[in-house]
């Protein structure tokens, strides 16, 4: 009945090849270097500027072979497609096999099929009944092993254990938890977005402005942030430490609270708001309390930064600089006078923290710092992905399947028992389709527990 | 005592265990491999406490973090890990020759730490902190470590089945006579990819975790990732070649020490080599 393999067979072949599998996975590795070197996302231009590499070359890579965006371009997509489809393939011809393996086990073990495993003991019981070595190692094998299925047959009782068959199907599951993985994020890439917004403190907004500034997406709700933080290492700029007040709101009503972080976001109605980055929105309003050193007498004034504020007697002054932390002596703001005549005094440095130190410059005008008030944004990143959780499943079933696929093995035990001429003959077999050689120890122990029970030990 | 003095005892030792362990496959004599395994757990100890310690030094310094932080501390946990991973392997399977393939590694990690890495403690930047942190470095760690020990193991597959096939099949002698079979080589190759390549599946599925908490995308093709995806492309093709006729033995273990090359490259490489041309990458 044997013909010739004909083209859809031999493409059936090819597809369910493992070289094929060997040789996809090694393509995949050294074409995805491209894009380590080449950075994704920046154009041939800005690439030669910073590499002083050929402008020539890079705009060759870029038109021939997509190498600014080459995940996304149509040869890897179609490598990794390929790559599913031989996995797919692959599956589908081995896994009728090891179903059947699985769900029809061989009961009955011949002469034959004794040869082929490489673990067999035999022992001939003197006096003894078919039926009663039969219980005895029924009850072994259920107490050392697990519970055997009696087959009778000519005579002849068969048993057979398994252990561990679950393991046959790790492989399967690792593979198929890639597919779902992809799956997964196809779905994202559909019905996900992956956005930006800036929200001014006090502010609340409806919509986000995607990557790659198309339109605006509606969010269906709108957020507030009612507080912006940030906290540094001391006496460093370092940020230690950034986090918003973030209130929703549906239809007016405030409906969730949450002070999100760095690693700490918001979610709500399955769109992700995190935590990335903040800015001064506007000036900084500064108060101070200023006291003249001929009267005595104090006033409270305030001033943005770069604002000229009038001081009694025709001078006025103004900050020019400020930081959240001077040096470890905390809050400061850079400042000068200037004289009635317009004419600039010199800079001065006045700190929060050292309300009587300004006294010391010996000038008319004494300041002492009370408060600085600086409005922030908090600039969030707003991520929708519909497939992530799909992606988490694949990646719980590969762990889970290749634990199994590694780690656990299916091992059988056979029996035969038969009249001899001299009383009993009881063969027993076993194989493992991984870790053999933890097998064959387990099975020296399982052969000296059989020859004790028969032994009526 | 601190730290750092522990970090000198550590490297100290790995180094003694090389050179004895290089001595016991010169003199056969079995006391001498004893001496070098008991040298790489004292070794391995060290290592531990100085890792402890550094711990206790950052809490004190007041900040909350695991000693994994920088590239200080990434290097000399590197080492710790090969070391576990080589001493599971000999207190499982008990060939006394890989040691002197495998603490090199170990050796070479600890000295450069020792001599050219900035050992200071600072604190995390705000992306950093985090426990997935800690899972990613541990998780990709043990696996670099048991990929190094496959490394080792398949280096001295190469040497003994070349000088074996030059014997046309006799036993050889000598030094390679103190080497497990290549049979039991080939098999510890796959033994230590089998502990190696699942870790380094958690590794990349706690970094996208953690990407995905702290930033929305569990996968953004930047360089890191996908060297470490390359990494794994690497295993898998190994781990298929098994099952396949012409690609065992020989082109197996070239897959593992090329594998290994691309584990290096996917730890440092990407840092050292790729940062100048990404302003990312520094650091
Ligand atoms: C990166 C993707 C892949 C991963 C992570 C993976 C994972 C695995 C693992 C963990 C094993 C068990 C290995 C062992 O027992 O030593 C395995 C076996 C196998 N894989 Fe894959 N695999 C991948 C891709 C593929 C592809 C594309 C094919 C397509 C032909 C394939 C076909 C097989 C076959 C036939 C086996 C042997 C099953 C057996 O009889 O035990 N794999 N795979």
Known sequence: ?457 | MDSSLLFNITTAAYFIAMVVFIAYLTSKNEQIGFGATVISWVGFVANTGAIGLRWREAYAMGFQQAPLSNLYESVVFFAWSILLIYLLFDLKYRYRAIGAFVLPFAFAGMIWAQWKLDATIAPLVPALQSNWLTYHVITCFIGYAAFAVACGVSIMYLVKVGKEEAASGNPVGGILGMFPSVKVLDDLNYKAIMIGFPMLTLGIITGAAWANYAWGTYWSWDPKETWSLIVWFIYAAFLHARFTRGWVGRRAAWLSIFGFAATIFCYLGVNLVLSGLHSYGGG
């Open chain 1, 1 to 457: 009945m044997s013909k010739e393999p004909n083209f859809v067979d031999r493409l059936w072949d090819f597809f369910c090849s493992l070289k094929l599998a060997i040789i996809t996975l090694i393509l995949l590795a050294a074409t995805s270097v491209i894009g380590t070197v080449i950075e994704q996302g920046t154009t041939p231009e800005e690439m030669a500027a910073k590499s002083g590499w050929s402008l020539d070359t890079l705009k060759f890579l870029d038109k021939s072979i997509n190498a600014f965006d080459m995940y996304h371009s149509w040869w890897f997509l179609s490598l990794m497609g390929l790559f599913a489809v031989n996995l797919i393939c692959c599956s589908i011809k081995r896994f009728p096999f090891v179903w059947k393996t699985v769900r029809e086990p061989r009961l009955v073990a011949d002469d034959g099929f004794f040869r082929s495993l490489s673990n067999v003991e035999e022992v001939v019981v003197a006096k003894g009944t078919i039926d009663g070595v039969r219980d005895q190692v029924a009850t072994l094998l259920q107490g050392k092993f697990a519970a055997p299925v009696v087959t009778e047959q000519d005579d002849k009782v068969y048993l057979y254990a398994e252990k561990g068959a679950i393991s046959r199907f790790g492989v399967y599951v690792t593979h198929a938890s890639i597919l779902i993985i992809f799956i997964g994020a196809m779905i994202g890439n559909v019905w996900g977005y992956k956005a930006y917004v800036n929200i001014v403190e006090g502010s609340a907004v409806d919509k986000v402005w995607p990557r790659g500034g198309k339109e605006p997406i509606p969010l269906g709700f709108s957020v507030r942030c009612d507080n912006f933080d940030v906290e540094f290492y001391d006496g460093t700029q370092r940020p230690k430490e950034f986090s918003s007040d973030l209130a929703v709101l549906q239809n007016g009503q405030e409906v969730l609270k949450k002070r999100i972080e760095v690693n700490d976001p918001l979610n709500f109605g399955g769109i992700t708001f995190y935590q990335s980055s903040y800015g001064p929105a506007g000036d900084a309003t500064f108060r101070f309390k200023v006291r003249l050193r001929s009267s005595g007498q104090t006033l409270d004034l305030s001033a943005r930064e770069g604002e000229h504020v009038p001081l009694p007697g025709g001078a006025s002054f103004a900050v020019t600089n400020s930081t959240e932390n001077y040096d470890k002596f905390g809050p400061a703001v850079q400042m000068h006078v200037n004289t009635p005549d317009g004419r600039h005094g010199n800079p001065f440095v006045v700190l929060k923290n050292f309300p009587d130190f300004d006294a010391q410059r010996g000038d008319e005008y004494i300041f002492s710092l009370v408060g600085m008030e600086q409005r922030y944004y908090t600039g969030l990143q707003v991520a929708k992905d519909p497939g992530v959780w799909v992606v988490w499943l694949g990646c719980f079933l590969m762990v889970a399947g290749s634990l199994g696929a590694f780690f656990l093995s299916h091992r059988r035990l056979w029996v035969v028992i038969q009249p001899l001429s001299k009383g009993v003959g009881v063969k027993l077999g076993g194989s493992a389709h991984r870790n053999q050689p933890a097998f064959a120890l387990y099975f020296d122990t399982l052969r000296k527990d059989l020859n004790d029970a028969l032994a009526g030990k």
